[in-house]
T-cell receptor, first 111, second 108 residues
Framework: DGGITQSPKYLFRKEGQNVTLSCEQN?????MYWYRQDPGQGLRLIYY???????QKGDIAEGYSVSREKKESFPLTVTSAQKNPTAFYLC??????????FGSGTRLTVV | GIQVEQSPPDLILQEGANSTLRCNFS?????LQWFHQNPWGQLINLFY?????KQNGRLSATTVATERYSLLYISSSQTTDSGVYFC??????????WGAGTKLIIKP
């Protein structure tokens, strides 16, 4: 079945450490996105990519980095510059502005 | 920028009850969508509803674009309807602007 796979489901980061969240899709979607969700809040866009080897900053890109070397993959790195990274991270993909598919998310906690 | 407000923020109902969730937006928007996030975090798209009314089983949605609001109706609620309901609209380049959500709890 087609879908989006995010891993790991839970991730713990030490202070000053970089961590990478994985997002893979087999839907043949061109566009991919990373969102951050804090408790009781809506989603905020971190980065998005509409085509391989190209990506754009969203509203809260500081402290994060991405790459899009393959159509299927859009990993997100949370760097040590992100001072408050504890949150729920959701990856999504779409082939048009209406048909979004989301992964099951990664819960990142700073320890 | 365009603001999206959802109401009520929280809603607790008994199983079998009906509910109406509202989404107001401050300016004309295109491509309004409704999403459901279950208690484990999984988000699914319920409706793409730029205008008019759509129905899918016990759920239906209506958007009145000229009056800048959309409504999501849930009839005969079930415990599996619990979660957070978001409305969102497409900004430029496929970006979605999200409301803060309505948290719905259905008690058995």
């Amino acid at each position: 079945d087609g879908g989006i796979t995010q891993s790991p489901k839970y991730l713990f980061r030490k202070e000053g450490q970089n961590v990478t969240l994985s997002c893979e899709q087999n839907l043949n979607h061109d566009a991919m996105y990373w969102y951050r969700q804090d408790p009781g809040q809506g989603l905020r866009l971190i980065y998005y990519s509409q085509i391989v080897n190209d990506f754009q900053k969203g509203d809260i890109a500081e402290g994060y980095s991405v790459s899009r070397e393959k159509k299927e993959s859009f990993p997100l790195t949370v760097t040590s510059a992100q001072k408050n990274p504890t949150a729920f991270y959701l990856c999504a993909s779409s082939t048009d502005p209406y048909g979004y598919t989301f992964g099951s998310g990664t819960r990142l906690t700073v320890v | 920028g365009i603001q999206v407000e959802q109401s009520p923020p929280d809603l607790i109902l008994q199983e079998g009850a009906n509910s109406t969730l509202r989404c107001n937006f401050s300016d004309s928007v295109n491509n309004l969508q409704w999403f459901h996030q279950n208690p484990w975090g999984q988000l699914i798209n319920l409706f793409y509803i730029p205008s008019g009314t759509k129905q899918n089983g016990r759920l239906s949605a209506t958007t009145v674009a000229t009056e800048r609001y959309s409504l999501l109706y849930i009839s005969s609620s079930q415990t599996t309807d619990s979660g957070v309901y978001f409305c969102a609209f497409t900004y430029s380049n496929y970006q979605l602007i999200w409301g803060a959500g309505t948290k719905l709890i259905i008690k058995p």
